[in-house]
Structures are given as structure tokens and as C-alpha cells.
């Protein structure tokens, strides 16, 4: 390592001052932190704090700065100096915010910020200023795959920011689902009547808009490549194949109604007089080119038509769709008012289970109302046909008569529900062997994707595409590349249109960051990247497999290789790595090691034991930044590092802190499972994975599991995480302190 300076800086304002011996923090930063040059400042944050800071480093030739004030989370924007390894101690939150204001907390206090300085200084030596990835990406291009309103909304949007748009759309024509509707539901006030779609005039702006290169009847072949520089080959009906130097994508490739033949008690597949949304939409704008009058397939007026709701979805036994749609029950209001807007006499029933029109959605539910439609709450048993008309058998919910029904209808539609285009079928029939042998199967891509985890996005359980649905609701696994509309989550037009924009702005942010070596989020802007000493390396390839982002390879001869544009820096692979080969400049088994090893250990006489907190920087570390916002006290013994993720955590940190004497150790990571909420997506689960191991350790120290703590942590946990903390500390003192105090 080059020759480096690293100086001290402790805060006084905010309090610091007051509750803390500020002078004496100075001596510990110089003595136990070895850092020669160590000064206070009354508010370092301020233009005078930050310009001694900045002199000290253009003219003193600081290259590492350690900071003693509040949160590396606030004041950000004031310490920031992106030539120098950057270490924070939180003195504010951390200590003098979540301790009391008494003499008699007063010494464990003190001890509480000395150790935070000792650990900032321990910190800051084991960094580098990370440089940035140099494998940048220079492609401003965004590719959309899929010509519907929401793919049509992404290449408006993106084109009118100034992006070029590749537009790839596998049928003849743009508009997708919402070119085969009459009408749409309205988004503009009174919300009364059915509303034109809008799609012609999306198809014009698209195709009149020079900046947007439009492939029909094509498909994406191969996509290949990182953020900023994707090579996607596009395959036209012609035969021929057309490159395209990609920064970023977004798939909005929508959804299939689910398959009305797999409701035959309902009628679906049995009878002609039994529609899906899909087939009365035809049917009505069949009618606005004739005279009018909605028709039969059989070319009879329809006089009585009956919707049944959830049809095939919110499913409790797994054979159909278990979730909501969403859209339906707007969408079967708007084809009530068809009838009733064509001719006020049509008998037009809803049966629903539970009607769901949220916002304006109530006005619109109102004018049917007034226009006579006549909505039932019912669980519908069966659709029988009966002659030139239909049977409908429901339970009314209302009058709790299981015997009602509507006879005679002309017409029913069957509110199917929404099944993504992601790629996969999932309700796809298992195949034997032989069937397997005898024809080859071969599934359908969407993005066809040159990654070692699969040639399309992750999907969850239902098929939608997976993202993160709290804090990034647009992105994928894959780095770079977004989902949007009905493949992500069942939704109408207007939500369609509000995600398409969301998404584009995604995908622009992605391919910027991509062209000065940045990460994309969650650590948007983050400069460092992995590195890996090649010579240490085992090839025991759990770096590649648990990688959640696909951005690890290997080469010709077995080595992880790192794909830095799709690294998005959660250093799931260091916390995998079992010969500790993978570091980033500012992050790394060393950095949170020396930390580790700074903290002054008390010995068994003391009665001060000490915790060790491995805190989530995207969960549990804002929760106990915000505790200390609000005052709310815990125990001065534990000492809090933050990581970025729980999937990083190393092994040989739980081992060191127990050797070093550490009473108890708490690993604080997002919720995890099918409901998971991590920001790096897998990072806690493997996290989790890895650490439930931890017992043969402590069988081996010979200590108890006490000792090991792995909590789930939410960012709205402010009030339970210090209980938790408190809770903890007291057990350990149940325990009794660690035996290798004083070793």
C-alpha cells in the first residue's frame, strides 16, 4: 500500500460537546487510533469545519479521514471527499442520543465514544478511496421489449429525456393488450363513463418519434453483456439478425388472461355463450362497426348478461391463480356500462366476492349504479348450459342463500384475471421422462440472457418477475435490466403508465452510472468494486453460485470472474469466500476485522460485558439511527458496525469477536424468505444460511449459543430494537461474562 496520512477530526456541536470529553476523544484517535494529526471543531460540519478538512487535505496531504460526529447516514453531502478513504464514527445517534443524561451514565458513555474512535481510526487504515469500476459502459441506448402501453409509455419517456429507444415488439403491430379494447376505464374526472384507449395515439408518438427505432414481428435472441454496454441480438421474421450496443432494459412484455378452458364448472371451454373479458371486448367493438347492438358469437342480441368475478384467482387451492388481479372488477364495471350505455334494458348482474375499486374507482362503480347495473355478492358454483342460454348457480353472500340462481342468461363473462408474460408457463403440467424423451421442449425466453442462473429475470412463486417490492420496485436480479407493467405485478392502464415512467428512470440512472464506474442501487454511486487475489483463490465456486446479481463468472481456467457493471456491491461473495480472497477498497474482511479488534475489552471483574452488532445498513442501522432520534435508550455496552448486507458477513468476524472476549454477538439482517425484503434481494437469506452454522464454532470454543444472536430487523423496528438490545444484554449477564476475557 502507498504511503497514506490519515487524520481525526472530532464534532462538538449537536451536543458532542456537552456530553462527551471531547479533548479526551482526541488523545484516544492519537494514542490507541495511532493517528498523529487529531483535532475538534466546535461544528465540523459547517463551511468552516469542512473547509479545515479540506485544507488539511490539499495542503497536509490527508489521504484518510476519520470523522467523529453524528451518523455516517446524515451530512453526507458536507463529508464528502471522494479522492480520500472516508471512516465515521457515530458519536450523536450512536452514543450521546441512545444513552441518559446522567452523572451516573456518564463514565459508560464516554467509554461507548472512545471505542467509536478507536474503531473509526482501525476503520480508515484498512481502507482505500475506491477508484470506480473501469469496465464503464458508454452505451446511452435503452432497450424495451414489448409494444404495449406500458413498453409504448418507457420509449415515449425515456425518448423525450433525450435517451435513443430500441423498441422490440413480437407481433405485427403496436398496442398489445390494450389495442384489442373498446374502451378503457376513465382517469380523468367525472369517472362516469368508459373512456377511448389512447393507444392510437401512443402508436403515433412512437412512430413519429425519430428517437425511437421500432423492430416488429422480432424477438430478442441473445442478450449479453453489463449495464452500459449490452449486446442484444434482435431476431426479425424475415430471418435476419440486427446488433444493438444496449445500456439498458427494460422488459414490458405483459400478460396472458388466464385460460378460461381451465374453468370448466364455469363454463369456460363448454359453452359459446360464455366469455372471457378478452372475447366480450370483441364482441363490443364488433358492435360499434355494426349497428351497435352487442351480439352473441351466434349473432343474437344479448338481453341478460351476467359477470362472474374472480374467476380462477384468489384461489386457495393452488390450482388456479391465489392473488387478485387488480384490474378486473373496474374492468367488468366498464363492460356492464356497454350494455347498459348500448341499450338501458339488458339485465346486467355483477357477482362478486368482493368488489375492489379503490380512488376514483367508487365514482365509476356509482355511475353504473345509476345506469342500472345491478351488483350481487356471491360465490358463483357452476355455469351450466342450458339450450340457448346459461344457468348461473351462486351462493348470495348477502342473503346467505346457497341455493339462488340466474337463469336463462344470454351471455357470461368470466373475470380471468391476469397471467404474466415472464417467460415461464407456471402452470405448465409436470412431463414424464418419456414425455420428456419424446419431444424436445424447449421454453420460452424473453430476454434470452447469456447468464450462468438462467436466460430470462428471476420470477417469484406466481410467475411475476421478481423485484423489490418496498424500495425498487423495477429491478430485477439482473443489474441493469427492469420490469415494468403487468409482468411485475397485476395492474391496469393508468398503473401501467405510471410504472413505464418509474422504469425508464431506472433504466437512465443505471446506464449514467454504468459510464463513470458506479453502482447501481441500492448503493447508487457507490465507486468500489470487488477485487479477488486470484492466488488464494480454492475455485470452490460458492462466490459464483451465491452471487444473487449474476456477476460472477469463471474463466478458462476456473476463476471467478467478475463482472463489475452488474456488482452491486453487497459483498455477498466476501461473506462466501471461506479463504477471505474478495475485498472492496472501502469494505472489506479487513476493514470490519480491525474494527472488531479495536474495541476495548473490559476484563471479568468489570461488570461491563461487551455485544458486538452486525447491523444491515439499509435496515437496522436506520432503525437505530432513528432510535436515537427518538431517544430511545439501550445498553452503553454494545458496540454497532454496519455492513452492507447480513449475506457479507464473514465467519471469521463472529470467530475473532468471541477470541477477542466479546460476551455475545447480534447479527441484525432484513426479513428473508418468500416475503423478503432485503435490498440485495438474497443477501440475508444466504446470510442466514451461512450463519446457522455458527454452533459448531461455538461447540468448538466451547461456548454457549447463547452467545450468537440472529435477529430480523425492520427499518420501522424503533422501538423494538432497543428493546431487543436490552434484552440480549441482560440474558448475557445471565450467562456470565465470556471466558476468554483477558487472552
Known amino acids: 500500500m502507498a504511503d497514506i496520512k490519515v487524520a481525526a477530526y472530532i464534532c462538538k456541536g449537536c451536543g458532542l460537546g456537552e456530553r462527551l470529553d471531547t479533548d479526551a476523544l482526541v488523545k484516544v484517535a492519537q494514542k490507541d487510533g495511532k493517528v498523529p494529526m487529531a483535532k475538534s471543531h466546535d461544528f465540523l460540519c459547517n463551511a468552516d469545519g469542512v473547509a479545515m478538512i479540506r485544507n488539511d487535505i490539499a495542503n497536509e496531504g490527508v489521504t484518510h479521514v476519520m470523522i467523529g460526529a453524528c451518523s455516517r447516514r446524515a451530512k453526507t453531502e458536507a463529508f464528502h471527499f471522494p479522492e480520500n478513504a472516508v471512516a465515521r464514527a457515530n458519536l450523536r445517534e450512536g452514543v450521546i442520543w441512545i444513552r441518559p443524561d446522567t452523572d451516573e451514565a456518564r463514565e459508560t458513555t464516554q467509554e461507548m465514544a472512545e471505542d467509536y474512535i478507536r474503531m473509526g481510526c482501525a476503520e480508515v487504515k484498512a481502507m482505500t478511496a475506491p477508484g470506480g469500476n473501469p469496465n464503464t459502459g458508454?452505451?446511452?441506448?435503452?432497450?424495451?421489449?414489448?409494444g404495449g402501453v406500458t413498453g409504448m409509455t418507457t420509449a415515449i419517456e425515456a425518448s423525450k429525456t433525450g435517451y435513443p429507444v430500441v423498441l422490440v415488439e413480437k407481433t405485427s403491430a403496436l398496442g398489445g393488450w390494450a389495442s384489442k379494447l373498446y374502451k378503457r376505464m376513465p382517469v380523468h374526472e367525472p369517472f362516469k363513463s368508459p373512456a377511448d384507449t389512447g393507444v392510437g395515439d401512443l402508436v403515433a408518438q412512437v412512430m413519429g418519434d425519430s428517437n425511437i427505432k421500432v423492430y416488429l414481428n422480432a424477438?430478442?435472441?441473445?442478450?449479453?453483456?453489463?449495464?452500459?454496454?449490452?449486446?442484444?441480438?434482435?431476431?426479425?421474421?424475415?430471418?435476419?439478425?440486427?446488433?444493438?450496443?444496449?445500456?439498458?432494459?427494460?422488459?414490458?412484455?405483459?400478460?396472458?388472461l388466464y385460460d378460461m378452458n381451465k374453468l370448466p364448472e364455469l363454463?369456460?371451454?363448454?359453452?359459446?355463450?360464455?366469455?372471457?373479458?378478452a372475447g366480450l371486448e370483441a364482441l363490443a367493438t364488433a358492435a360499434a362497426a355494426g349497428d351497435g347492438v352487442i351480439r352473441r358469437p351466434d349473432g343474437q342480441p344479448v338481453k341478460s348478461v351476467v359477470f362472474v368475478q374472480c374467476a380462477g384467482q384468489r384461489d386457495s387451492t393452488g390450482t388456479h391463480l391465489s392473488y387478485c388481479s387488480g384490474f378486473c372488477c373496474n374492468a367488468s364495471i366498464k363492460q356492464a356500462m356497454y350494455f347498459k350505455d348500448a341499450n338501458p334494458s339488458v339485465d346486467t348482474t355483477i357477482i362478486?366476492?368482493?368488489?375492489?375499486?379503490?380512488?376514483?374507482?367508487e365514482d365509476f362503480y356509482r355511475s353504473a349504479q345509476e345506469k342500472g347495473v345491478i351488483f350481487t355478492k356471491g360465490n358463483v358454483a357452476e355455469v351450466l348450459p342450458n339450450g340457448a342460454t346459461s344457468t348461473v348457480k351462486f351462493h348470495d353472500l348477502i342473503l346467505d342463500d346457497k341455493d339462488a340462481a340466474v337463469v336463462d342468461v344470454d351471455l357470461v363473462v368470466l373475470a380471468t384475471g391476469q397471467v404474466p408474460n415472464s417467460g415461464v408457463d407456471i402452470f405448465a403440467a409436470p412431463k414424464t421422462a418419456e414425455e420428456e424423451a419424446a419431444v424436445e421442449v424447449k421454453p420460452i425466453s424473453i430476454l434470452n440472457l447469456t447468464y450462468r442462473q438462467g436466460t430470462d429475470v428471476p420470477q417469484l412463486k406466481q410467475g411475476f418477475t421478481d423485484s423489490h417490492f418496498i424500495?425498487?420496485?423495477?429491478?430485477?436480479?439482473?443489474?441493469?435490466?427492469?420490469?415494468?407493467?403487468?409482468?411485475?405485478?397485476?395492474?391496469?392502464?393508468?398503473?401501467?403508465?405510471?410504472?413505464?415512467?418509474?422504469?425508464?428512470?431506472?433504466?437512465?440512472?443505471?446506464?449514467?452510472?454504468a459510464e463513470l464506474g458506479r453502482a447501481a442501487h441500492p448503493r447508487s454511486g457507490d465507486l468500489s468494486f470487488p477485487k479477488v487475489r486470484l492466488e488464494g483463490c480454492t475455485q470452490c465456486k460458492r462466490c459464483t453460485v451465491e452471487c444473487p446479481f449474476g456477476a460472477i463468472d469463471e474463466d478458462e481456467k476456473r476463476f471467478p470472474l467478475f463482472n463489475e457493471a452488474r456488482c452491486r456491491r453487497c459483498g455477498t461473495c466476501m461473506g462466501a469466500c471461506p479463504v477471505r480472497v474478495i475485498s472492496f477498497e472501502n469494505y472489506s474482511v479487513n476493514t470490519v476485522g480491525s474494527q472488531i479488534k479495536a474495541v476495548d475489552i473490559p476484563d471479568e471483574f468489570s461488570e461491563k460485558p461487551r455485544i458486538l452488532i452486525l447491523a444491515c445498513e439499509n435496515d437496522a442501522y436506520p432503525a437505530l439511527d432513528m432510535a436515537g432520534m427518538n431517544r430511545n435508550e439501550y445498553s452503553a455496552f454494545v458496540r454497532i458496525i454496519p455492513i452492507r448486507c447480513l449475506g457479507s458477513v464473514n465467519t471469521i468476524w463472529v470467530?475473532?469477536?468471541?477470541?477477542?472476549?466479546?460476551?455475545?454477538?447480534?447479527?441484525?439482517?432484513?426479513?428473508s424468505g418468500d416475503e423478503y425484503q432485503c435490498h440485495f434481494v438474497k443477501g440475508s437469506e444466504l446470510g442466514r444460511v451461512r450463519m446457522s452454522k455458527i454452533d459448531d464454532t461455538l461447540k468448538t470454543l466451547n461456548l454457549e449459543s447463547e452467545r450468537v444472536r440472529d435477529l430480523e430487523v425492520a427499518i420501522t423496528d424503533i422501538e423494538r430494537v432497543p428493546e431487543m438490545i436490552n434484552k440480549y444484554a441482560a440474558e448475557l449477564v445471565a450467562v456470565g461474562p465470556s471466558p476468554f476475557k483477558g487472552f
Do not use: W
Open 352 to 361: 362478486y366476492k368482493d368488489l375492489r375499486t379503490p380512488g376514483n374507482g
Open 471 to 513: 424500495c425498487f420496485p423495477y429491478e430485477t436480479r439482473r443489474t441493469g435490466i427492469y420490469t415494468a407493467g403487468p409482468v411485475r405485478r397485476p395492474m391496469d392502464i393508468a398503473q401501467a403508465r405510471e410504472d413505464a415512467t418509474g422504469a425508464a428512470l431506472k433504466a437512465i440512472q443505471a446506464l449514467e452510472n
Open 138 to 146: 458508454t452505451s446511452k441506448t435503452l432497450l424495451v421489449v414489448g
Open 655 to 671: 470467530t475473532d469477536a468471541l477470541n477477542a472476549g466479546y460476551d455475545g454477538v447480534m447479527m441484525m439482517g432484513c426479513k
Open 267 to 277: 363454463g369456460g371451454g363448454k359453452s359459446a355463450n360464455v366469455v372471457d373479458q
Open 219 to 256: 424477438t430478442v435472441a441473445r442478450t449479453d453483456g453489463a449495464p452500459g454496454r449490452f449486446i442484444v441480438d434482435i431476431a426479425t421474421e424475415s430471418g435476419a439478425t440486427h446488433t444493438e450496443d444496449i445500456g439498458a432494459i427494460v422488459q414490458a412484455s405483459g400478460f396472458t
